[in-house]
Every structure is written in C-alpha cells, then in structure tokens.
C-alpha cells in the first residue's frame, strides 16, 4: 500500500509518502516539507499549498492520502489555516478519486510509539527507526507526515484494528497487541470529543 501522509498547516505543511507491505514492512518513498510566509496574502499561500499536493499526488500516485484532523486546539487562528490546509488537499485528492482518511495525533502517536502521550521527539526517532534512515526526517512537520502514513497503513493492515473489523474476523481486545489497544483507545477517546 502507498499512503501519503499529510501534516496540514500553512506556514509547514509535511509530506510523507511511504510503501508498507503486506507484513507491515515500511519503505521511505518521499518526504517533504512545504513552505508559505506569513508575510504572503492567504490566497497565494493556499495556491503554493494546492499546486504542491497536486505535484505530490502525480509524481507518487498514492493509493489513499491520510491527513491530520483538526483536533481541538487552543490556538484559533493555528485552526483556521490546519483546516484550510487540509481542505486543499482533500479537495485535491478528491479530484483524483483518491479516498482520505482523517487521523488524530493521539491515534498517530498510539500506532507509531505505543503511546498516543509520546511527544515530537519519540515520534520522529520512531518513525526514523521504523522507515530504517540513517537521518531523522527534518523538520517535524516532516517527521509527522511520515508518521501519519505509517499508522493510516498499519491501521488498515493490522489484523483487529477498527478499519479492520467487518473485513476479517474481528479479534477479541486480549488478543490485540499493546500498540493495537493503545490505538482502539486512542480512536475511543476522539470519537467521543467530536
């Protein structure tokens, strides 16, 4: 499966793109960052954004894109340009046929650390063991976006995951690994904010 992970945000907006096999085996693809000014007008740095996504969507033609959701934030105005970010790449993967899938950081942090607690740091030197690179991806945003391939892949791949339930026999909560339970909690958890 090839998922491009997407950290939406108008001043950083990471890109990932990784290839996960069948046995959960992960493969770096691409990772990137893209960047706007504050300085720029919100329409120019919106444009910057959708041409990026559309380059991305062509070059690696990924089987499904996996977005951050906006999840509960503090910061109204860090909101606002998440949520716009994130409209131009579902707008743009829409055009493409491509599904999405929307992740919140505690689901992210619990498919790729264990724990959906597990700050920036643990989830970039996660991710860099994960994907076996020999540099952690920089900046963050980078990081993130990889991060939130990965776990969009596995969530779909891992036999008792919830995307996985209705496809396979559905597994009792004992026979989950840890990861896997963190992650069904996690996903609780955001369901139930929203």
Not at 32 to 40: H, K, L, Q
Not at 171 to 192: H, N, V, Y
Request: with cysteine.
């Amino acid at each position: 499966m090839r998922v491009l992970g997407v950290d939406p945000g108008l001043t950083r907006c990471g890109l990932g793109v990784v290839d996960v096999a069948r046995d959960r085996r992960a493969t770096l693809v691409g990772v990137g960052v893209v960047g706007t000014s504050a300085d720029e007008p919100l329409d120019a740095r919106l444009l910057v954004i959708a041409r990026s996504i559309d380059e991305w969507l062509d070059r690696y033609e990924p089987e499904v894109v996996a977005v951050e959701r906006v999840f509960s934030q503090l910061n109204v105005s860090t909101v606002m340009g998440v949520a716009q970010a994130s409209g131009i790449v579902i707008a743009a993967a829409a055009r493409r046929g491509i599904p999405v899938a929307l992740h919140t950081p505690s689901e992210v942090k619990a498919a790729v650390t264990g724990s959906g607690r597990a700050d920036k740091a643990a989830v970039t030197r996660m991710v860099t063991k994960i994907l076996r690179l020999e540099a952690s991806p920089r900046p963050a945003d980078a990081a993130d976006a990889l991060a939130l391939a990965l776990a969009h892949a596995w969530r779909g791949a891992a036999p008792g995951s919830p995307s996985a339930v209705g496809r396979t026999t559905a597994m009792t909560a004992s026979a989950l690994t840890p990861a896997q339970r963190l992650w069904a909690e996690a996903e609780s958890k955001a369901r139930r904010k929203t």
